[in-house]
């Protein structure tokens, strides 16, 4: 019976890493090739752009309420399900509108479902590996592997096809995903019967250490949103083509998997350790940014990209990680959707109209150059953080919803 129940688990494992691979390539399909559709069918690059920013601001809104309804219903499997079932049927919608403002009213509503899909997949990945000797990063990687991959297969299949025909791609790849899923068993909950709430929920923002640590991710990331939104435009404006786009997407994200596999096996489950990288992390950043107002050419943009995988790769996996350390378990969707929220949300927003506003008005150069200086100023604040954690004991205090006080239960961050 052992053997039997040994033999479930590693294929429920199995199952949640091909569940990463496709979410992941499915997502890739819609951020890479979507605005190919949205040109093709009339749509200059600033109704483009403006239609592409309606996801971080949805994001603010909806990360929040998915990871609240995914602790409150205390089983999230079935609220990804949900969020991919709408996700399904409003890209249906989506290639079927055929006014502008039809199309904004359904990207709306798809994007509402769509983009909190990450943060809620780490919060499933923490859930069934909490307790075992498994990795976040080994089942993570399979999702970079899935992004890079499907981005380099998908596009001549696309042009085979059409970009009308994105819908299908994307539906099938996502039909897939759903399939891995629902081969998964549902997490058992250990944190006992904890009754989540807005004013637990409400807690999260007590712990100034958390805040502190979103607030300086979302200078920090402002920067990398603008790298997102504008590095095709800057490629192409140095004399670049579409597939010296391609490759520095597949460059950006290929080697995240040995950034995965290396915090694995060596990074120190420790608070001060963890934002001591992101100190390190934010310096690296800075470094990147330098380097693209420096770059001249579009193969240097593209090999620069690599810096990718150690930068966002590095800060998405400490601050899941961190994330997990400062808030308490019945409570970690939420947080997790507060992280990601700080990353691709308020960032993205920030990032796309200040970005595109300096691009146009002062160049792509200038932009970096801000942007390094706003990873420097990541850093300091990082680099203090870390300080302040050696130089004073620093204890985490779960939330209690049974009791109006917090419930002294020190994580030691030493």
Not at 20 to 35: A, D, K, S
Not at 189 to 201: D, E, Q, Y
Not at 270 to 275: A, P, S, Y
Not at 331 to 358: D, H, K, P
Request: charged share 10%; aromatic share 16%.
């Amino acid at each position: 019976m052992t053997y039997l129940q040994d033999m479930n688990a590693q294929s429920s494992l199995k199952s949640l890493k091909l569940y990463n691979f496709f979410i992941y390539g499915t997502m890739v399909i819609f951020t890479g090739f979507f605005q190919l559709y949205l040109q093709d069918i009339g749509m200059n690059k600033v109704e483009i752009g403006s239609l592409m920013a309606i996801a971080p601001f949805v994001s603010v809104f909806a990360n929040p309420f998915w990871g609240y309804w995914s602790d409150r219903a205390e089983n999230i499997k079935r609220v990804i399900l949900i969020m991919m079932t709408g996700t399904l049927l409003l890209v249906q919608f989506v290639f079927q509108a055929n006014t502008y403002a039809m199309i904004y009213a359904t990207m709306i509503v798809f994007y509402f479902f769509q983009t909190p899909m990450f943060s809620q997949t780490n919060t499933l990945i923490l859930g069934y590996i909490e307790g075992t000797q498994h990795k976040f990063g080994s089942f993570r990687l399979w999702g970079s592997l899935g992004w890079a991959l499907t981005a380099i297969a998908a596009g001549p299949v696309i042009e085979m096809l059409g970009s009308g025909r994105i819908s299908i791609v994307f539906s099938i790849m996502l039909v897939i995903a759903a399939m891995f899923m629902l081969s998964l068993p549902n997490i058992q909950k250990t944190t006992g019967s904890a009754t989540v709430s807005i004013r637990g929920f409400s807690k999260l923002f007590l712990n100034p250490y958390f805040i502190w640590f979103i607030f300086l991710g979302i200078i920090v990331s402002i920067p990398n949103t603008m790298n997102n939104t504008f590095m095709s435009l800057y490629i192409l404006d140095l004399g670049g083509t579409k597939q010296m786009v391609g490759l520095a997407i597949f460059f950006s994200s290929i080697f995240e998997v040995a950034i995965f596999l290396l915090c694995d096996r060596y990074l120190k489950r420790k608070i001060n350790v963890m934002i001591g990288c992101l100190t390190v992390v934010s310096l690296l950043f800075s470094l990147r940014w330098l380097l693209m107002a420096e770059a001249s050419t579009p193969l240097e943009v593209a090999f620069i990209q690599i810096l990718h995988c150690v930068t966002f790769g590095g800060y998405f996996y400490v601050g899941t990680q961190l994330t997990m350390l400062f808030v308490p378990s019945q409570y970690r969707a939420s947080g997790q959707a507060i992280y990601t929220l700080s990353w691709s949300g308020i960032s993205g927003v920030i990032g796309g109209i200040a970005g595109g506003w300096m691009f146009q008005n002062f160049g792509a150069q200038t932009m970096y150059q801000i942007g390094m200086m706003l990873a420097l100023v990541g850093a300091i604040g990082f680099g203090s953080m870390w300080y302040m954690l050696r130089k004073q004991e620093y204890n985490l205090t779960p939330i209690d919803e049974t009791d109006e006080d917090y419930e002294e239960e020190p994580y030691s961050s030493n």
